[in-house]
Each structure stands twice: as C-alpha cells, then as structure tokens.
C-alpha cells in the first residue's frame, strides 16, 4: 500500500544542523520530494531525488535515500530561523497514475 | 518557472450554498492537476484527479457528487464544493503537473482556505 511517515516535530538550535525523517512502504515508487509549507501557504518543492539515487545536495540541503530500507532523510545544514516551517517527504508512484503520497509533515522550530 | 494561480485564497459563505474555486497554470498546460484537502496540522490529503477533457479520478472516500471537478481547458480546473457544511471547512490545494518539466514538475497553488458557517 501507500504510506509515507514522518515525525511530527523537529526543534533545533540555530546554525546546528537539523534531519529530517521519512519512510516509505511502496517500492514502486520512483521519485520521492521534499516540500516546504510556510503557515497558510502552499507547498513550496525543495528538492527531489530519484529512486536509483543514493543522494543529493543542493547547497544547504542534502538528501540522502536508503532503498533498501525505504528511508529517506533532509539534513538542511546551518538551520536559520527562515527554516521554521513544515517539511513534508512525498513520493510519486507511477502505478497510481503519478499520483504524489504526502508524508503527516515534520514542524521544524528553531530555537535561539 | 511554472506558477499555479489558485483562486480565491480565502472564502467564506454559508451553510447550503456552493463554492467554486479556479486552479490555472499560468505558463504551462497541464493536462493533469491534482486537488487535496488539508486540516490543521495535518498532512494533505489528495481528494482526486483532474483530467483534461474526461471525468475525474476521485479517491475512496471523497463523494464526488459533493465536490465536483472540472477540467474543461489545459490551463483551468475547478473544484466545487456543493451544499457546503461546517465541516467541508479546511484548506484546500490544487497541484498541476508540467509534464515538459518531467517527474518534479508539480508546482502547487497557494490554497484556498474555505470556512462554512
């Protein structure tokens, strides 16, 4: 089935590194995103990686993908207080019509 | 880059009355556009899938005579929630996917939060 996972809440001291967390049960999926919603926005895509990627890094973000283990993970390095938002991990199936699965999202505060 | 315009961003009407809202890709076709429900603090919740030109694909549980879908163009779908209860509120958010732009080619609409009183 479709199910994607995360926790739901992640605080961090400023300019620390924060991970974010995220598994995923379907092994058909092919390409899994990391979103960022502000409060009362939508979605903005952060970065994405393919399922035959192990990572990807995109100036502060990196993403590293364990197939075998279904895990996905953002590490966003010096975490500023711009950051604070919620972080979703979504994947595309393309057995469901490339239809996107959203994770529960993870709230990143930054602490001082 | 790709700009989804949703439309409107907020609306409040009345218990029984019906409510229209517009997703338009602004600088691309889409021939698929995604519509998903999301209540506070939660995760969204994807409700159906929006076709150019044929009937939408609608997720278990979504009433689709309740929330009706239109894609009559590759730029407009539309989503209206019929005989509106306080409990359709929520936030809702239409996806469209680029298909030039390949499989990260989603780019979502800012939302629009319905309140039903």
């Known amino acids: 089935g479709e199910d994607v996972e995360q926790s739901l809440f992640l605080s961090v001291r400023e300019g620390d590194s924060s991970v974010i967390n995220c598994t995923y049960t379907d092994s058909s999926s092919t390409y899994l995103y990391w979103y960022k919603q502000e409060p009362g926005a939508g979605l903005q895509l952060l970065t994405y990686i393919f399922s035959n990627m192990d990572m990807k890094q995109d100036q502060r973000l990196t993403v590293l993908l364990n197939k075998k283990d279904k895990h996905l993970s953002l590490r966003i390095a010096d975490t500023q207080t711009g950051d604070s938002a919620i972080y979703f991990c979504?994947?595309?199936?393309?057995?469901?019509?490339?239809?996107?699965?959203f994770g529960s999202g993870t709230r990143l505060s930054i602490r001082p | 880059g790709a700009v989804v315009s949703q439309h409107p961003s907020w609306v409040i009407c009345k218990s029984g009355t019906s409510v229209k809202i517009e997703c338009r890709s602004l600088d691309f076709q889409a021939t698929t556009m995604f519509w998903y429900r999301q209540f506070p603090k939660q995760s969204l919740m994807l409700m159906a899938t929006s076709n150019e030109g044929s009937k939408a694909t609608y997720e278990q549980g979504v009433e689709k005579d309740k929330f009706l879908i239109n894609h009559a163009s590759l730029t407009l779908s539309t989503l209206t929630v019929t005989s509106a209860h306080p409990e359709d509120s929520s936030f809702y958010i239409c996806?469209?996917?680029?298909?030039?732009?390949?499989?990260?080619?989603?780019?979502f609409g800012s939302g629009t939060r319905l309140t039903v009183v």
């Open positions: 979504a994947e595309t199936i393309y057995s469901s019509a490339s239809k996107i699965i």
């Open positions: 996806s469209a996917r680029d298909q030039a732009a390949g499989n990260y080619g989603y780019t």
